[in-house]
């Protein structure tokens, strides 16, 4: 019993990271069909960006020392107020990046009318340019936040139940408490306004969209702006619940991102949070003795669910009227 | 001054040019129809008036503006809307969301409300439909469909291609009616028709087209009983399909 | 072909890739080496010069800048590649083509054994690992039940946990709970978890300085406050800003200590930490071993006939026969290898993490 | 002879790489998104390995010499035509990305167990693989591996033209149409599935001795999207395009060698580059170039000359 | 007509006048919306019967549950006698049913040529290592000539080479005639073939779907709106109205059908 609980909250965690990864990579997927590869870059930027603003030091290895916008000895410096303004400004030069990224790596190839595929391709030589720019730039080590980044708040919450200790992160809390909230902003924006109502007709069919009076670009920049500031801030997010793992940290969620989009539905903003809690969940669930087997379970658990729901949980059925 | 001046418009597929120095012009107020064969260019010139296309060479004016490099959207806001050839719904927004999104870019919700009201009014069948996804209407819903989205809009300038394919015969009645009505109102529309009879009964001049080009127009009183249109457009005669129009066809085919 | 000078000596290691973070301090540890040796005259006056290969992470990278090491660069010897699988694949090529190969960092079984022309200075798990539990039972006798954690996608991990078992049992611990991970995870809450319900006294994590660390923050955020021991891949300074202060008691079997009082080591560590701010980690150590290796044996051979009077083929069949015959005062300690190749160390450390601070911290010498 | 040397190994690992694109060119041929290549090729490395270095067929090896290695190769192919089919017909019912990521889940779960089973080496995979036919030198492969290379593309050459390729092409741009065309579509994506499958397999088996070793980094997530790469950056129409990707991308790190540090950087930018300005791949771009010749009419009654490619 | 086409060759042999198609009660639901209702008819050998009704009376769809397309909520069609309620698309058309969409479905990417290649699918036989092994050479020439004599018929063997795609409206509709026949059916179902075209070229149309029932003995069946190519063209018609059959009949009597005025042919 207790064990069971402990692995629902364990699952439970780790599926919100998943599913924070994943809202901004299934938002710019459902508007413009193409899966951003450097979706992963971007949220490890953001963690960077954030940690350059409140730590900002570096070790040997880089070309980039350190800057620090609250260096020792000014008002906000560790305090919590400098973090969450860090982190606010990681986000929104995250959501820049996203924007530049458009921009040069994708609307070009928009307009002229290339295979959707080849997105991935082009998205996965930015990954490759951001990653080992990082890499020239601070180094391949890891970084952490300092633990006080939330001021007060005990690292977990223990409790013992049953004889059994239960272990809750605050972290968790923190990031699944942000996930649920994006995805209510999110869903809302999306399902109930006239922006929405746009951005769905722009995903369905950009062509006919303009024809209508929707200015297409316009949309699918602040979709990017969006998509790049919800990574931004999720890597920061992320980073301070384990550390800024080096230049491949966020790249190294890609797949497993890609794994939870589809799996809840590709386009499906709530889909992408019930798909990271059912990915979460399925490999906490895996017992202890097979943990060796964990992303096979997941994987396989992925394969199951999608021959009997090609659509994806929550995705909706494509249907074609012939 | 006209309220849609194309001049000398050549349009490109790659390398087959459709529209080869088209020149027409619509009046405010004007009803005109634009007939030719299949292949001829119409839906081309209609899809370069709202820049889905661009010219290769020539101006299409609305207004006195040139539309110039505008994105379809822009065209849009300026007043010209389109009721495209192949429907063009969105497949996956139902039919309410589809005629809100004709609205795009008007904001006063009371007034869009009541647009929407009307269009189902005069497509009662849409009202029925009115939360079905649009992709699954039957082909002749989603073509009312296209012309009530148009619609929504409020268009100046309104460019129906082909509004009444796939039509069961009371309404195409009911969409050459509502034609009659706005125009009454004050819109003016360019009209590619197949049922050129009709078209030209219901409307001031008419424009013909063959392998990219005009090639005549006038009143369309005076078309009606043209010979040339009578025999090419009317079922003047009845020959093998394969007759005559690979003729025309095989113009547009020597410029590739 | 002649010998070049300055006499050329190939590194390569992973400069990209994932891999990078244990290759950038072998970069740095050779290139101290190249200035450190040079400014010491070299091999009897002819100074040296490194070429360095990028292998990335994976094993046609490796071939392929074994390959321009050989031919392209003509060099002496080489010192590579970064892991043990990217050794199996490139090693087997310059043993045919006869070039000496010491590895830096491969420690996986069966690596002296790929060839005559293969030796590395880098110790097996088999002979560093059990040391730490020792000491580690030596500093808590009561030690009854341990939970052995390790990356199960890491080759080096894997062979080294299962020393680590195989010591606990010999030691007559219980092995509790073992669990695996991945060195691309970062959330450990499922394995913290059930290490904290198996109520164990002793936890052993192999896996790599950005895993490890997070293994251990979450370890001790979540309330264990048992003795944890780390593997080799957790022996490096870049675990601090990961575990910070929860670094603080990690015990450590060490090939390489930068508190080894060897004359030799402590002038390395001297000149080291004058440039770089920071005491050598073991693999920029254990690759500045590999070149001063090559340089002591080149010394000798010059001392019989001039390097630059030798046909570059001959010299490399000579140099690795030296390599093989000799004995090195090195940061490592006395070295010598065995005739396969296999190193032969004197010493080994068991050191334990003393945090300054949040970001500062050292490895305190324990035996 | 140092030019082979230096880069005899990259010149067969081009030729290598533009194999693995072509076993996903196959399947893409009827439309299917499929990454399942890597697992193949893992798996037909790994019996390749095991053949080769497990004591147990120390007999094998001795009584059949050389001609161990073409039974690795049957081998491999035959046990990537039965898991192909396996994995196949299940999979295909899905489409586009989702059909990807079932395929990419099939890689990943072969390659949690190649890290777990005892028999494939677990992390460190097996090593000490015996040379093929003796070589010595890494271009010497090039005697496998060209040949190889020929046979696949003769034999994608004939399939297009065939009745068999029609079908894949319709399957690929309307399936429901395909269908109501008399076209069975699952029969057909199954087998381009397989074909693609079998090459992969068999790929594997010829990598194992050329890379000396074989682990579980072979099958892998960036394989998967590596040869879709090749695919798209090659051209995804023309059998030449997954080739020329394979060849060109699989050596781009090792010509801007030189660059050290920076190489990935630019090998990223070449990437981003090549998707702007070659939407239809490279093949696509060059074919645009020369204008299709017009389909000749058959003059009928006269016999086909002989030679004539059908 | 300049090439030859091979005649068809029928699964059971069956005589003018023979019920072909048989539908009895078919009925297909979606969600609360019925859009086939308890449909039974009969068609005869070598009739074109025709096929009318409001917009969304669910003509389309039946013509999917026939073909497959959709499987239908109940009912049974039998095909020369054969049962082939539930059969995939591929074998409804292997057995001898083509059709063409509403909603042209091209290969669009494919040259014209190719796309009436493509339809002879079922009717050839060379599998993988016939193709490989180029034993498939009389079968091709077949294919190919097959392909250009029809491509003859709809007029577009001058543009073979061009893609679908880029085909006008109309000129898609005459190729997706053309690629139905290519599976040389018994049974030909055309969906609105005439929208599109002009006055001029419906009226040849009638001739055209005439000539093309004669000359490969056939069974038509279409959709259409344009009323007087209905009542010229067809033997018998079937009208449909909120997926109930209302009228069936020979086109003058359905003509005068006051069910069938109010409901489609207006006042
Ligand atoms: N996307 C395209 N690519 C290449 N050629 C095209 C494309 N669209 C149309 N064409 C060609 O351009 C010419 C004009 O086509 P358009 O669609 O404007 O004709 P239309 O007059 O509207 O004919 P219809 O009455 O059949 O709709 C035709 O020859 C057609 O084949
Ligand atoms: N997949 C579907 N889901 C829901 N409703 C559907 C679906 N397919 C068809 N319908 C509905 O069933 C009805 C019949 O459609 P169908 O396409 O058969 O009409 P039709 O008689 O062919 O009309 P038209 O003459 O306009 O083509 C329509 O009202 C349509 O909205
Ligand atoms: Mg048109
Ligand atoms: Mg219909």
């Given at each position: 019993?207790?064990?069971?609980?402990?692995?629902?909250?364990?699952?439970?965690?780790?599926?919100?990271?998943?599913?924070?990864?994943?809202?901004?990579?299934?938002?710019?997927?459902?508007?413009?069909?193409?899966?951003?590869?450097?979706?992963?870059?971007?949220?490890?930027?953001?963690?960077?960006?954030?940690?350059?603003?409140?730590?900002?030091?570096?070790?040997?290895?880089?070309?980039?020392?350190?800057?620090?916008?609250?260096?020792?000895?000014?008002?906000?410096?560790?305090?919590?107020?400098?973090?969450?303004?860090?982190?606010?400004?990681?986000?929104?030069?995250?959501?820049?990046?996203?924007?530049?990224?458009?921009?040069?790596?994708?609307?070009?190839?928009?307009?002229?009318?290339?295979?959707?595929?080849?997105?991935?391709?082009?998205?996965?030589?930015?990954?490759?340019?951001?990653?080992?720019?990082?890499?020239?730039?601070?180094?391949?080590e890891s970084y952490s936040f300092p633990t006080d980044i939330y001021g007060d708040l005990k690292p977990a919450l223990i409790f013992s139940l049953g004889g059994k200790l239960?272990?809750?992160?605050?972290?968790?809390?923190?990031?699944?408490?942000?996930?649920?909230?994006?995805?209510?902003?999110?869903?809302?924006?999306?399902?109930?306004?006239?922006?929405?109502?746009?951005?769905?007709?722009?995903?369905?069919?950009?062509?006919?969209?303009?024809?209508?009076?929707?200015?297409?670009?316009?949309?699918?920049?602040?979709?990017?702006?969006?998509?790049?500031?919800?990574?931004?801030?999720?890597?920061?997010?992320?980073?301070?619940?384990?550390?800024?793992?080096?230049?491949?940290?966020?790249?190294?969620?890609?797949?497993?991102?890609?794994?939870?989009?589809?799996?809840?539905?590709?386009?499906?903003?709530?889909?992408?949070?019930?798909?990271?809690?059912?990915?979460?969940?399925?490999?906490?669930?895996?017992?202890?003795?097979?943990?060796?087997?964990?992303?096979?379970?997941?994987?396989?658990?992925?394969?199951?669910?999608?021959?009997?729901?090609?659509?994806?949980?929550?995705?909706?059925?494509?249907?074609?009227?012939? | 001054?006209?309220?849609?001046?194309?001049?000398?418009?050549?349009?490109?597929?790659?390398?087959?040019?459709?529209?080869?120095?088209?020149?027409?012009?619509?009046?405010?107020?004007?009803?005109?129809?634009?007939?030719?064969?299949?292949?001829?260019?119409?839906?081309?010139?209609?899809?370069?008036?709202?820049?889905?296309?661009?010219?290769?060479?020539?101006?299409?004016?609305?207004?006195?503006?040139?539309?110039?490099?505008?994105?379809?959207?822009?065209?849009?806001?300026?007043?010209?809307?389109?009721?495209?050839?192949?429907?063009?719904?969105?497949?996956?927004?139902?039919?309410?969301?589809?005629?809100?999104?004709?609205?795009?870019?008007?904001?006063?919700?009371?007034?869009?409300?009541?647009?929407?009201?009307?269009?189902?009014?005069?497509?009662?069948?849409?009202?029925?439909?009115?939360?079905?996804?649009?992709?699954?209407?039957?082909?002749?819903?989603?073509q009312m469909l296209a012309i009530a989205r148009a619609l929504m809009s409020r268009p100046r300038l309104l460019l129906l291609d082909e509004p009444s394919l796939g039509l069961?015969?009371?309404?195409?009645?009911?969409?050459?009616?509502?034609?009659?009505?706005?125009?009454?109102?004050?819109?003016?529309?360019?009209?590619?028709?197949?049922?050129?009879?009709?078209?030209?009964?219901?409307?001031?001049?008419?424009?013909?087209?063959?392998?990219?080009?005009?090639?005549?127009?006038?009143?369309?009183?005076?078309?009606?009983?043209?010979?040339?249109?009578?025999?090419?457009?009317?079922?003047?005669?009845?020959?093998?399909?394969?007759?005559?129009?690979?003729?025309?066809?095989?113009?547009?085919?020597?410029?590739? | 072909?002649?010998?070049?000078?300055?006499?050329?000596?190939?590194?390569?290691?992973?400069?990209?890739?994932?891999?990078?973070?244990?290759?950038?301090?072998?970069?740095?540890?050779?290139?101290?080496?190249?200035?450190?040796?040079?400014?010491?005259?070299?091999?009897?006056?002819?100074?040296?010069?490194?070429?360095?290969?990028?292998?990335?992470?994976?094993?046609?990278?490796?071939?392929?800048?074994?390959?321009?090491?050989?031919?392209?660069?003509?060099?002496?010897?080489?010192?590579?590649?970064?892991?043990?699988?990217?050794?199996?694949?490139?090693?087997?090529?310059?043993?045919?083509?006869?070039?000496?190969?010491?590895?830096?960092?491969?420690?996986?079984?069966?690596?002296?054994?790929?060839?005559?022309?293969?030796?590395?200075?880098?110790?097996?798990?088999?002979?560093?690992?059990?040391?730490?539990?020792?000491?580690?039972?030596?500093?808590?006798?009561?030690?009854?039940?341990?939970?052995?954690?390790?990356?199960?996608?890491?080759?080096?991990?894997?062979?080294?946990?299962?020393?680590?078992?195989?010591?606990?049992?010999?030691?007559?611990?219980?092995?509790?709970?073992?669990?695996?991970?991945?060195?691309?995870?970062?959330?450990?809450?499922?394995?913290?978890?059930?290490?904290?319900?198996?109520?164990?006294?002793?936890?052993?994590?192999?896996?790599?300085?950005?895993?490890g660390g997070n293994l251990v923050k979450q370890l001790r955020q979540l309330g264990y406050k048992g003795i944890i021991i780390g593997g080799n891949g957790l022996n490096t300074?870049?675990?601090?800003?990961?575990?910070?202060?929860?670094?603080?008691?990690?015990?450590?079997?060490?090939?390489?200590?930068?508190?080894?009082?060897?004359?030799?080591?402590?002038?390395?560590?001297?000149?080291?930490?004058?440039?770089?701010?920071?005491?050598?980690?073991?693999?920029?150590?254990?690759?500045?071993?590999?070149?001063?290796?090559?340089?002591?044996?080149?010394?000798?051979?010059?001392?019989?006939?001039?390097?630059?009077?030798?046909?570059?083929?001959?010299?490399?069949?000579?140099?690795?026969?030296?390599?093989?015959?000799?004995?090195?005062?090195?940061?490592?300690?006395?070295?010598?290898?065995?005739?396969?190749?296999?190193?032969?160390?004197?010493?080994?450390?068991?050191?334990?993490?003393?945090?300054?601070?949040?970001?500062?911290?050292?490895?305190?010498?324990?035996? | 002879?140092?030019?082979?040397?230096?880069?005899?190994?990259?010149?067969?690992?081009?030729?290598?790489?533009?194999?693995?694109?072509?076993?996903?060119?196959?399947?893409?041929?009827?439309?299917?998104?499929?990454?399942?290549?890597?697992?193949?090729?893992?798996?037909?490395?790994?019996?390749?390995?095991?053949?080769?270095?497990?004591?147990?067929?120390?007999?094998?090896?001795?009584?059949?010499?050389?001609?161990?290695?073409?039974?690795?190769?049957?081998?491999?192919?035959?046990?990537?035509?039965?898991?192909?089919?396996?994995?196949?017909?299940?999979?295909?019912?899905?489409?586009?990305?989702?059909?990807?990521?079932?395929?990419?889940?099939?890689?990943?779960?072969?390659?949690?167990?190649?890290?777990?089973?005892?028999?494939?080496?677990?992390?460190?995979?097996?090593?000490?693989?015996?040379?093929?036919?003796?070589?010595?030198?890494?271009?010497?492969?090039?005697?496998?591996?060209?040949?190889?290379?020929?046979?696949?593309?003769?034999?994608?050459?004939?399939?297009?033209?065939?009745?068999?390729?029609?079908?894949?092409?319709?399957?690929?741009?309307?399936?429901?149409?395909?269908?109501?065309?008399?076209?069975?579509?699952?029969?057909?994506?199954?087998?381009?599935?397989?074909?693609?499958?079998?090459?992969?397999?068999?790929?594997?088996?010829?990598?194992?001795?050329?890379?000396?070793?074989?682990?579980?980094?072979?099958?892998?997530?960036?394989?998967?999207?590596?040869?879709?790469?090749?695919?798209?950056?090659?051209?995804?129409?023309?059998?030449?395009?997954?080739?020329?990707?394979?060849?060109?991308?699989?050596?781009?790190?090792?010509?801007?060698?030189?660059?050290?540090?920076?190489?990935?950087?630019?090998?990223?930018?070449?990437?981003?580059?090549?998707?702007?300005?070659?939407?239809?791949?490279?093949?696509?771009?060059?074919?645009?170039?020369?204008?299709?010749?017009?389909?000749?009419?058959?003059?009928?009654?006269?016999?086909?000359?002989?030679?004539?490619?059908? | 007509?300049?090439?030859?086409?091979?005649?068809?060759?029928?699964?059971?042999?069956?005589?003018?006048?023979?019920?072909?198609?048989?539908?009895?009660?078919?009925?297909?639901?979606?969600?609360?919306?019925?859009?086939?209702?308890?449909?039974?008819?009969?068609?005869?050998?070598?009739?074109?019967?025709?096929?009318?009704?409001?917009?969304?009376?669910?003509?389309?769809?039946?013509?999917?549950?026939?073909?497959?397309?959709?499987?239908?909520?109940?009912?049974?069609?039998?095909?020369?006698?054969?049962?082939?309620?539930?059969?995939?698309?591929?074998?409804?058309?292997?057995?001898?049913?083509?059709?063409?969409?509403?909603?042209?479905?091209?290969?669009?990417?494919?040259?014209?040529?190719?796309?009436?290649?493509?339809?002879?699918?079922?009717?050839?036989?060379?599998?993988?290592?016939?193709?490989?092994?180029?034993?498939?050479?009389?079968?091709?020439?077949?294919?190919?000539?097959?392909?250009?004599?029809?491509?003859?018929?709809?007029?577009?063997?001058?543009?073979?080479?061009?893609?679908?795609?880029?085909?006008?409206?109309?000129?898609?509709?005459?190729?997706?005639?053309?690629?139905?026949?290519?599976?040389?059916?018994?049974?030909?179902?055309?969906?609105?073939?005439?929208?599109?075209?002009?006055?001029?070229?419906?009226?040849?149309?009638?001739?055209?779907?005439?000539?093309?029932?004669?000359?490969?003995?056939?069974?038509?069946?279409?959709?259409?709106?344009?009323?007087?190519?209905?009542?010229?063209?067809?033997?018998?018609?079937?009208?449909?109205?909120?997926?109930?059959?209302?009228?069936?009949?020979?086109?003058?009597?359905?003509?005068?059908?006051?069910?069938?005025?109010?409901?489609?042919?207006?006042?």
């Amino acid at each position: 019993m207790t064990e069971l609980l402990q692995n629902l909250i364990n699952g439970l965690a780790i599926g919100s990271v998943y599913a924070i990864f994943a809202l901004g990579y299934t938002l710019v997927f459902s508007i413009l069909g193409i899966i951003n590869f450097a979706h992963g870059a971007v949220f490890t930027l953001g963690a960077y960006f954030t940690y350059t603003l409140v730590v900002g030091q570096f070790e040997n290895n880089g070309l980039i020392k350190g800057v620090n916008l609250f260096p020792a000895g000014s008002p906000f410096h560790g305090s919590a107020w400098a973090f969450a303004a860090a982190a606010l400004i990681g986000a929104v030069i995250s959501g820049l990046v996203a924007v530049v990224i458009e921009r040069l790596a994708f609307r070009p190839m928009r307009s002229r009318g290339a295979d959707p595929l080849l997105a991935l391709v082009s998205s996965l030589g930015v990954a490759l340019v951001i990653v080992n720019l990082i890499q020239i730039l601070v180094g391949a080590e890891s970084y952490s936040f300092p633990t006080d980044i939330y001021g007060d708040l005990k690292p977990a919450l223990i409790f013992s139940l049953g004889g059994k200790l239960i272990v809750v992160r605050t972290v968790q809390v923190i990031i699944f408490a942000v996930s649920m909230v994006l995805l209510l902003i999110l869903g809302y924006v999306i399902g109930r306004t006239r922006v929405g109502k746009a951005l769905r007709a722009v995903a369905e069919n950009p062509g006919t969209a303009s024809l209508l009076g929707i200015s297409v670009t316009r949309f699918i920049i602040i979709t990017f702006f969006l998509s790049g500031f919800l990574g931004g801030l999720a890597g920061t997010l992320v980073s301070t619940a384990f550390s800024v793992a080096g230049p491949y940290f966020g790249v190294a969620y890609g797949l497993k991102g890609l794994a939870v989009i589809v799996l809840g539905g590709l386009g499906s903003i709530p889909g992408a949070v019930v798909g990271g809690l059912v990915i979460g969940l399925a490999e906490a669930f895996v017992p202890a003795e097979y943990s060796a087997y964990k992303d096979a379970v997941a994987f396989a658990l992925l394969f199951v669910i999608l021959l009997l729901r090609p659509q994806g949980l929550l995705g909706r059925v494509q249907i074609q009227k012939v | 001054m006209a309220l849609l001046e194309i001049e000398n418009l050549s349009v490109n597929y790659g390398a087959i040019q459709a529209v080869r120095g088209v020149s027409l012009s619509v009046e405010e107020g004007e009803i005109v129809t634009l007939i030719g064969a299949n292949g001829a260019g119409k839906t081309t010139t209609l899809r370069a008036v709202s820049r889905m296309l661009r010219a290769r060479e020539g101006s299409v004016r609305f207004a006195g503006q040139d539309l110039g490099r505008l994105p379809p959207d822009e065209a849009v806001r300026l007043g010209v809307a389109q009721s495209p050839e192949g429907r063009q719904v969105l497949a996956r927004q139902s039919v309410q969301d589809n005629l809100e999104l004709g609205a795009y870019t008007r904001r006063n919700a009371a007034e869009i409300r009541a647009d929407i009201e009307q269009q189902y009014v005069r497509f009662p069948r849409l009202k029925e439909r009115r939360n079905q996804m649009a992709g699954t209407l039957s082909g002749g819903e989603q073509q009312m469909l296209a012309i009530a989205r148009a619609l929504m809009s409020r268009p100046r300038l309104l460019l129906l291609d082909e509004p009444s394919l796939g039509l069961a015969p009371i309404i195409v009645l009911e969409i050459f009616s509502i034609i009659r009505e706005l125009n009454a109102q004050g819109v003016t529309m360019l009209l590619v028709e197949q049922n050129a009879k009709l078209a030209m009964q219901n409307s001031h001049r008419t424009y013909v087209m063959e392998a990219g080009q005009v090639t005549f127009s006038g009143p369309s009183e005076q078309m009606v009983s043209d010979e040339r249109v009578l025999h090419a457009y009317l079922g003047g005669q009845t020959e093998g399909p394969e007759a005559g129009r690979s003729e025309q066809r095989r113009g547009s085919m020597d410029v590739a | 072909d002649k010998v070049a000078t300055p006499v050329p000596i190939g590194i390569a290691v992973a400069q990209t890739s994932n891999t990078a973070l244990l290759g950038q301090e072998q970069v740095i540890g050779a290139r101290f080496a190249e200035k450190y040796i040079n400014a010491r005259g070299g091999i009897n006056g002819t100074p040296i010069k490194l070429v360095f290969q990028d292998t990335g992470g994976d094993e046609a990278g490796a071939i392929n800048a074994f390959q321009n090491l050989i031919t392209k660069d003509k060099v002496v010897g080489i010192v590579g590649p970064t892991l043990s699988q990217q050794a199996f694949s490139a090693d087997p090529i310059a043993d045919r083509a006869k070039v000496p190969v010491l590895g830096p960092s491969n420690t996986a079984k069966g690596i002296p054994q790929i060839g005559p022309f293969i030796a590395r200075v880098s110790a097996p798990v088999s002979v560093v690992a059990p040391n730490a539990v020792k000491t580690a039972l030596r500093l808590d006798p009561k030690i009854k039940k341990v939970a052995v954690l390790y990356a199960q996608n890491d080759a080096f991990s894997t062979s080294e946990t299962g020393t680590f078992q195989q010591t606990a049992k010999d030691q007559g611990l219980t092995v509790a709970t073992v669990q695996k991970f991945l060195t691309t995870d970062s959330d450990f809450t499922t394995q913290v978890t059930a290490v904290l319900n198996a109520d164990v006294d002793l936890v052993i994590v192999s896996g790599l300085a950005n895993d490890g660390g997070n293994l251990v923050k979450q370890l001790r955020q979540l309330g264990y406050k048992g003795i944890i021991i780390g593997g080799n891949g957790l022996n490096t300074s870049n675990m601090f800003p990961v575990c910070q202060q929860y670094c603080d008691g990690i015990i450590i079997a060490q090939a390489y200590s930068p508190a080894q009082p060897s004359a030799n080591n402590q002038l390395f560590v001297k000149e080291y930490s004058a440039q770089y701010k920071k005491a050598p980690p073991q693999f920029a150590a254990q690759a500045f071993t590999a070149v001063q290796v090559f340089v002591d044996a080149l010394k000798v051979i010059d001392h019989k006939k001039k390097l630059g009077e030798w046909e570059l083929s001959d010299l490399r069949v000579a140099l690795n026969t030296q390599i093989l015959a000799g004995k090195y005062n090195t940061p490592l300690g006395a070295i010598s290898f065995d005739k396969e190749g296999e190193l032969q160390q004197a010493d080994f450390y068991v050191a334990q993490i003393k945090m300054k601070d949040a970001k500062t911290g050292s490895f305190v010498f324990l035996k | 002879m140092d030019f082979l040397q230096t880069y005899g190994f990259l010149i067969v690992t081009m030729l290598q790489q533009g194999l693995l694109g072509l076993s996903l060119y196959f399947p893409l041929m009827a439309g299917q998104l499929s990454l399942a290549s890597p697992g193949f090729y893992a798996m037909g490395g790994y019996i390749a390995a095991i053949l080769l270095t497990a004591p147990q067929f120390s007999g094998w090896r001795e009584a059949l010499g050389n001609w161990i290695f073409p039974v690795t190769w049957l081998l491999a192919g035959l046990a990537s035509a039965v898991l192909g089919v396996i994995v196949g017909v299940p999979a295909l019912r899905l489409r586009g990305i989702y059909l990807a990521l079932a395929t990419i889940a099939f890689v990943q779960i072969l390659q949690v167990l190649s890290l777990n089973l005892s028999i494939t080496g677990g992390a460190i995979g097996l090593f000490g693989i015996p040379q093929a036919f003796g070589f010595v030198d890494r271009w010497q492969y090039i005697w496998i591996f060209l040949p190889a290379v020929i046979v696949v593309l003769l034999f994608a050459h004939r399939l297009q033209g065939s009745r068999v390729g029609r079908a894949f092409r319709a399957i690929r741009e309307d399936e429901l149409a395909a269908d109501a065309m008399g076209i069975p579509p699952t029969r057909y994506k199954v087998l381009a599935f397989v074909i693609g499958a079998v090459l992969a397999g068999i790929v594997g088996a010829m990598s194992a001795p050329f890379l000396n070793t074989w682990n579980a980094r072979q099958g892998t997530f960036d394989a998967s999207i590596a040869f879709l790469a090749y695919t798209l950056i090659g051209g995804s129409r023309s059998m030449w395009g997954p080739l020329l990707g394979g060849a060109l991308l699989a050596s781009l790190p090792e010509l801007l060698r030189s660059l050290a540090d920076w190489r990935l950087v630019i090998n990223g930018l070449v990437l981003v580059v090549a998707s702007l300005y070659l939407p239809q791949g490279i093949v696509g771009a060059l074919g645009k170039l020369r204008r299709k010749a017009p389909p000749q009419r058959p003059t009928p009654q006269v016999k086909p000359a002989l030679g004539e490619t059908p | 007509m300049t090439g030859h086409i091979a005649p068809n060759a029928p699964a059971t042999p069956m005589s003018a006048g023979q019920q072909v198609l048989q539908a009895t009660g078919l009925t297909r639901r979606f969600g609360g919306l019925i859009a086939v209702n308890n449909v039974s008819f009969e068609v005869r050998r070598g009739e074109i019967f025709g096929l009318i009704g409001p917009n969304g009376a669910g003509k389309t769809t039946l013509f999917n549950l026939m073909t497959g397309l959709t499987p239908p909520s109940s009912g049974k069609l039998t095909f020369g006698g054969k049962d082939i309620t539930g059969f995939a698309p591929h074998r409804v058309a292997g057995l001898g049913i083509g059709r063409t969409f509403q909603n042209i479905r091209l290969f669009k990417v494919l040259s014209a040529l190719e796309n009436v290649k493509i339809a002879q699918h079922a009717r050839t036989g060379a599998g993988l290592m016939q193709g490989l092994t180029g034993r498939d050479r009389a079968e091709e020439r077949l294919v190919d000539e097959r392909a250009w004599a029809l491509l003859d018929l709809v007029g577009l063997a001058n543009r073979a080479g061009e893609e679908a795609g880029n085909f006008s409206y109309g000129d898609q509709r005459r190729l997706e005639i053309a690629r139905a026949l290519a599976t040389q059916p018994q049974v030909l179902l055309l969906d609105e073939p005439a929208a599109g075209m002009n006055t001029s070229e419906k009226g040849e149309l009638t001739g055209f779907i005439r000539r093309v029932r004669d000359e490969y003995d056939l069974t038509v069946m279409v959709i259409e709106h344009h009323v007087p190519l209905v009542m010229n063209l067809c033997d018998r018609v079937a009208v449909l109205n909120f997926g109930e059959l209302i009228a069936v009949g020979d086109p003058a009597s359905v003509q005068k059908d006051p069910k069938v005025i109010e409901a489609y042919l207006g006042g």
